[in-house]
């Protein structure tokens, strides 16, 4: 599974940003995704996964209520919709696919390049 993240770029706190993780292969509606974020000096953090067929999904404390994840396995892609965007989400956000919904990144087997999100006051 090939995944490649876009959709970042720089906005204004309030704005909203969608990113989209678009993966290549046959298997992707197996596996469960994971949208990570990883800031300057920071370890590499969940945002929110996704099971395989979109029941199960999870949010990091930090994004509740703003973050949507959502997937279309006819697609194969699994969508961020980052709403109410504040300076401490900028980072680069990368999406990954692995065989749980979980949020230990060294679960992920597969990862994409990442995309830039900045967030200015």
């Known amino acids: 599974v090939h995944v490649v993240e876009s959709g970042g770029g720089v906005v204004q706190a309030g704005d909203s940003l969608r990113l989209s993780c678009l993966a290549a292969?046959?298997?992707?509606?197996?596996?469960?995704v994971g949208w990570f974020r990883q800031a300057p000096g920071k370890e590499r953090e969940f945002v929110a996964p996704?099971?395989?067929?979109?029941?199960?999904?999870y949010y990091a404390d930090s994004v509740k209520g703003r973050f949507t994840i959502s997937r279309d396995n006819a697609k194969n892609t699994v969508p961020l919709q980052m709403n109410s965007l504040k300076p401490e989400d900028t980072a680069v956000y990368y999406c990954?696919?692995?065989?749980?919904?979980?949020?230990?990144?060294?679960?992920?087997?597969?990862w994409g390049q990442g995309t830039q999100v900045i967030v200015s006051s």
């Open positions: 292969g046959r298997t992707f509606g197996t596996y469960a």
């Open positions: 990954a696919a692995g065989s749980g919904a979980v949020t230990i990144p060294g679960l992920y087997d597969y």
């Open positions: 996704i099971s395989w067929n979109g029941e199960s999904r």
